[in-house]
């Protein structure tokens, strides 16, 4: 492994760099006086230029938002690069060989780096050249079928590698690249009948690392005489590590960093249609599985250190999909951003969504994106038979440890109540099953109470103490506040089996229904003498204060008599009110339901005649 870079080679590399030169192929500058350069700051957004640049002191500034510093700080802002790789890229700029204090002289793949991006770009030229080729037809035929011209072509840099023995070799040989260079870069193999080209007949999309240089190349089988996988790339060379690659991070990786979001796709024509469509922050694996290299570059280009950003993942329906969900899934808990799935209608995948409905319906694709936690869960219990006791209870089993995992408080208790809704099991048998999951869960993780919160944690709450009179004045939000402040104050009044009921409503009011999740979690305790305590602890610091004070509200009634009627009666209203949407959901379902399903039909006239049941059985208590 390669050691320091030589003190002395940086300090020339910097001195042979124009600074303004750099920093103009992303800003563009203009003359602020002698020896001064000034344009719009690339790092926040402003209407009149305070970032300036001094080329004969190589540093620049912004006078807006405070950023400074030389020429790497400014890659490594900008392209998110190590301290290391914008040296490397500068030295490759100006022709410096480097030399690494390692003990044991330069490392050697530093010494062809600059002659193997070369050989790449050269190469890359070459494919795009030959996309407008006779022998080429089968090509644009293909890129024709799935909705992309020449424009897109041209901007992602689609080329052909034409059915030939060796004509990319011998053209790269005829520029002055060696056998030895284009086989260490992966563009050549060899065999019994010596060097061939490895890419041949084929579609070819250049891999390009994040600061826009050709590393490799992924092809897609197009003639039916070609035996080999129906996706080839380059193989491992010192310029290409494919566990550390994205494709399309190059084009992306500014609206990454700007918007807090990244969109994880399958494909290359899929990363293709979701830029197309204006999802510019899409990237893919190239030829191999989301691991854990290629979430410690996301991470690096999210900024993903304050828990605000989204990872939207995109899989396919089939077995294949399904795996690639659970092995993201694995691996997520390492962002501090929130993961979500996205899952077109279908099962449509981004490039066949775009050729079949549009641009539209990519984005809308994205938008409808659903937590991978309730992602993760859905997929679980659609494994097991939710008919008998025997299949709930194996899903409970199965589903406990996710939401068990889930670190944030506010997330925990709501997965905990839809986990319960999903399987119509009793919330508390639930509640404990996650508690013991959790438990298992912490005892053996190799983090320890220290170990970074998790993915799924999001904060979507008030910054600063959340107070009751700031709540709206809606109806809807007063019924959800007094049914909270009955439940707070007086839950032994109410009862067991109304607070089961009463924690599964719908809430309308995002901060009241924390509150609720949090009663929900805390319900096996709702006799304790520290049942107010359980419940202020479930919630973040900032709506702590908000439980103190629905605990501590004024209620309506004034004897003890009509404390425990108002109590009873205002938590059965908030119940009702939840019953009465599902009920309006099911007439709906009843009214759009194929009139020849007779066992839909019936179902669902069954479910309504539940709801109407349980709502009588509500007045009368």
């Known amino acids: 492994m390669a050691g320091l870079i030589r003190q002395s080679d940086i300090e020339e590399v910097k001195a042979r760099t124009n600074i303004a030169d750099i920093i103009g192929d992303y800003v563009t500058l203009k003359s602020a006086g002698v020896g001064s350069m000034k344009g719009l700051c690339p790092f926040h957004d402003e209407r009149s230029p305070s970032f300036h640049v001094r080329p004969q002191v190589g540093f620049y500034h912004c006078f807006g938002c405070g950023e400074s510093g030389d020429v790497y700080s400014f890659l490594q802002n900008m392209d998110h690069v190590s301290f290391s790789e914008a040296v490397e890229r500068l030295a490759g700029r100006v022709g410096l060989d480097l030399h690494y204090e390692d003990g044991s002289g330069a490392a050697p793949d530093h010494g062809n780096r600059a002659r193997l991006l070369a050989a790449n770009q050269a190469a890359s030229d070459f494919f795009s050249d030959q996309l407008g080729s006779a022998g080429a037809e089968v090509g644009r035929t293909f890129l024709g079928q799935r909705g992309f011209d020449a424009n897109a072509a041209?901007?992602?840099?689609?080329?052909?590698?034409?059915?030939?023995?060796?004509?990319?070799?011998?053209?790269?040989?005829?520029?002055?690249?060696?056998?030895?260079?284009?086989?260490?870069?992966?563009?050549?193999?060899?065999?019994?009948?010596?060097?061939?080209?490895?890419?041949?007949?084929?579609?070819?999309?250049?891999?390009?690392?994040?600061?826009?240089?050709?590393?490799?190349?992924?092809?897609?089988?197009?003639?039916?005489?070609?035996?080999?996988?129906?996706?080839?790339?380059?193989?491992?060379?010192?310029?290409?590590?494919?566990?550390?690659?994205?494709?399309?991070?190059?084009?992306?990786?500014?609206?990454?960093?700007?918007?807090?979001?990244?969109?994880?796709?399958?494909?290359?024509?899929?990363?293709?249609?979701?830029?197309?469509?204006?999802?510019?922050?899409?990237?893919?694996?190239?030829?191999?599985?989301?691991?854990?290299?290629?979430?410690?570059?996301?991470?690096?280009?999210?900024?993903?250190?304050?828990?605000?950003?989204?990872?939207?993942?995109?899989?396919?329906?089939?077995?294949?999909?399904q795996k690639a969900a659970m092995r993201a899934f694995s691996e997520e808990q390492r962002f501090s951003a929130q993961t979500y799935v996205a899952v077109g209608p279908e099962g449509l995948d981004p490039c066949d969504l775009r050729l079949q409905r549009g641009d539209d319906a990519v984005r809308r694709m994205v938008d409808s994106k659903k937590p991978m936690f309730e992602f993760m869960i859905r997929q679980i219990l659609s494994q097991y038979n939710l008919d008998t006791v025997e299949g709930r209870t194996a899903a409970l089993r199965a589903a406990a440890p996710v939401v068990g995992d889930i670190r944030d408080p506010v997330l925990r208790p709501g997965y905990t109540r839809e986990l319960s809704r999903m399987?119509?099991?009793?919330?508390?048998?639930?509640?404990?099953?996650?508690?013991?999951?959790?438990?298992?869960?912490?005892?053996?993780?190799?983090?320890?109470?220290?170990?970074?919160?998790?993915?799924?944690?999001?904060?979507?709450?008030?910054?600063?103490?959340?107070?009751?009179?700031?709540?709206?004045?809606?109806?809807?939000?007063?019924?959800?506040?007094?049914?909270?402040?009955?439940?707070?104050?007086?839950?032994?009044?109410?009862?067991?089996?109304?607070?089961?009921?009463?924690?599964?409503?719908?809430?309308?009011?995002?901060?009241?229904?924390?509150?609720?999740?949090?009663?929900?979690?805390?319900?096996?305790?709702?006799?304790?003498?520290?049942?107010?305590?359980?419940?202020?602890?479930?919630?973040?610091?900032?709506?702590?204060?908000?439980?103190?004070?629905?605990?501590?509200?004024?209620?309506?009634?004034?004897?003890?008599?009509?404390?425990?009627?108002?109590?009873?009666?205002?938590?059965?209203?908030?119940?009702?009110?939840?019953?009465?949407?599902?009920?309006?959901?099911?007439?709906?379902?009843?009214?759009?339901?194929?009139?020849?399903?007779?066992?839909?039909?019936?179902?669902?006239?069954?479910?309504?005649?539940?709801?109407?049941?349980?709502?009588?059985?509500?007045?009368?208590?």
């Open 154 to 321: 041209t901007r992602f840099g689609v080329g052909f590698a034409p059915k030939s023995w060796d004509e990319l070799t011998n053209h790269l040989r005829g520029r002055g690249f060696t056998t030895e260079e284009l086989t260490l870069s992966g563009l050549v193999s060899s065999g019994d009948r010596g060097i061939y080209d490895r890419f041949r007949g084929r579609l070819v999309w250049p891999i390009r690392d994040i600061t826009g240089q050709t590393i490799g190349f992924g092809a897609r089988k197009l003639l039916d005489d070609d035996k080999g996988p129906k996706y080839l790339n380059t193989p491992e060379s010192p310029v290409y590590h494919k566990a550390q690659v994205l494709y399309g991070l190059d084009l992306a990786k500014r609206d990454i960093s700007r918007s807090h979001q990244v969109v994880v796709v399958e494909g290359y024509t899929d990363v293709m249609a979701c830029h197309l469509a204006g999802i510019t922050t899409a990237v893919a694996t190239c030829g191999t599985s989301f691991g854990v290299d290629h979430i410690k570059v996301l991470r690096r280009v999210l900024g993903d250190d304050s828990g605000v950003g989204e990872v939207v993942f995109t899989f396919d329906p089939d077995a294949a999909g």
């Open 423 to 621: 399987l119509g099991v009793d919330m508390g048998e639930v509640a404990k099953a996650v508690t013991n999951a959790q438990s298992g869960s912490r005892s053996s993780a190799s983090g320890g109470p220290n170990a970074p919160r998790h993915a799924g944690a999001v904060e979507v709450l008030p910054e600063r103490p959340f107070s009751l009179v700031e709540l709206p004045g809606d109806p809807v939000t007063r019924l959800e506040r007094d049914g909270l402040m009955a439940m707070l104050q007086r839950p032994t009044l109410i009862g067991r089996d109304i607070l089961d009921s009463a924690v599964q409503t719908s809430f309308v009011n995002s901060s009241l229904a924390v509150v609720r999740d949090a009663i929900a979690s805390s319900l096996p305790h709702f006799d304790a003498p520290d049942w107010l305590d359980r419940v202020v602890a479930e919630v973040p610091d900032t709506l702590k204060n908000l439980v103190q004070e629905l605990a501590m509200a004024n209620l309506p009634e004034r004897t003890e008599k009509d404390v425990t009627r108002y109590v009873r009666e205002i938590t059965i209203v908030l119940i009702d009110k939840d019953l009465l949407r599902l009920k309006a959901e099911l007439l709906g379902r009843l009214q759009r339901a194929d009139a020849g399903d007779t066992e839909m039909y019936r179902t669902l006239q069954r479910e309504l005649v539940r709801v109407e049941a349980e709502r009588r059985a509500l007045r009368d208590d």
